[in-house]
């Protein structure tokens, strides 16, 4: 499956996670020293809760770590595939409430993770222009670059779900 889009032209983020609300981070599996050099971000244990929507080995988080895998594409979604981002949502905000800290990543932190990271806002009160506006002033302004992304987290992830899954009936 392909999980990245190609030629973007967006360079890696200059951290490898960032955090976006009190314990809740966001990040990717690469980001950019000083110096211009691409780095992996490695997750060890300072964290309660990873979610990967990208993977690649070694790069944690610690195996005492909970770490929930569910690789995505960035780009349009099946209803399954956003079924699995209002779970991720809901399996992040759950965690936030009981003080848990949560790292949501993807290839760069930019869009996947934002999707994620998003939902979980909304979830907890923010309007959907709001968490959008906070996860670009926190992580990047180039995070939630994936127009369709942003149109899911307007519209709702459930009617996006609803709307995606009456593919299934042609």
């Known amino acids: 499956m392909k999980t990245r889009q190609k030629n973007r032209d967006v360079p890696e983020p200059d951290e490898p996670w960032s955090e976006i609300r009190p314990g809740l981070w966001m990040g990717g599996h690469f ?45 349009p979604l099946t209803a399954d595939q956003l ?3 209002q779970e ?6 759950h965690a936030l409430r009981d003080g848990r800290t ?29 968490a959008i506006s906070l996860i670009r002033q926190r992580r990047s302004p180039r995070a939630l670059n994936n127009e369709t992304f942003e149109q899911y987290l307007n519209t709702g992830l459930h009617v996006a779900y609803l709307l995606s899954g009456l593919d299934n009936f042609d």
Not at 61 to 69: C, M
Not at 88 to 93: F, I, N, Q, S, Y
Not at 102 to 130: F, K, M, T, W
């Open 83 to 85: 079924h699995s981002v």
């Open 88 to 93: 991720l949502a809901r399996t992040t905000t």
């Open 31 to 75: 980001w950019t020293d000083r110096v211009g050099e691409v780095r992996p971000a490695v997750a060890g244990d300072e964290f309660d809760l990873v979610i990967s929507l990208f993977t690649r080995a070694g790069h944690g988080p610690h195996p005492a770590v909970r770490h929930l895998i569910a690789e995505l594409p960035d780009g």
């Open 102 to 130: 949560v790292l949501v990543r993807c290839h760069s932190g930019y869009n996947r993770s934002g999707l994620v990271v998003a939902q979980s806002l909304i979830e907890l009160g923010h309007a959907p222009d709001a």
